[in-house]
């Protein structure tokens, strides 16, 4: 069975910084599109970066623009978030999706708050 599975979410303050990572398994990662989306409570869920199979192409929403960084490692089947400068609107359940396999993760948890 595929899985993806989200770490690295957490409690933080606002201008603080968290790496989230998604472990990918049992598909062919190096194949596949990479999304992270995120869902915050009354919301709907919302595209917030995406990476190219190669990782030579990445996109942004406005709204992280200049402060995440979405980028892969094929040998580890792992995709990450680094975000920065945290502001309390980014407080959200995040996930990562694969395109290859229609497939999302579990979902992690990240608070921006002091």
């Known amino acids: 069975q595929v899985q993806l599975v989200e770490s690295g979410g957490g409690l933080v303050q606002p201008g603080g910084s968290l790496r989230l990572s998604c472990a990918a398994s049992r598909f062919t990662f190096s194949r596949s599109y990479m999304r992270w989306y995120r869902q915050a409570p009354g919301k709907e869920r919302e595209l917030v970066a995406t990476?190219?199979?190669?990782?030579?192409?990445?996109t942004y929403a406005d709204s992280v623009k200049g402060r995440f960084t979405i980028s892969r490692d094929n040998a580890k089947n792992t995709v990450y978030l680094q975000m920065n400068s945290l502001k309390p609107e980014d407080t959200a359940v995040y996930y990562c999706?694969?395109?290859?396999?229609?497939?999302w993760g579990q979902g992690t948890q990240v608070i921006v708050s002091s």
């Open positions: 999706y694969a395109d290859f396999i229609a497939s």
């Open positions: 990476i190219s199979n190669t990782g030579s192409s990445t």
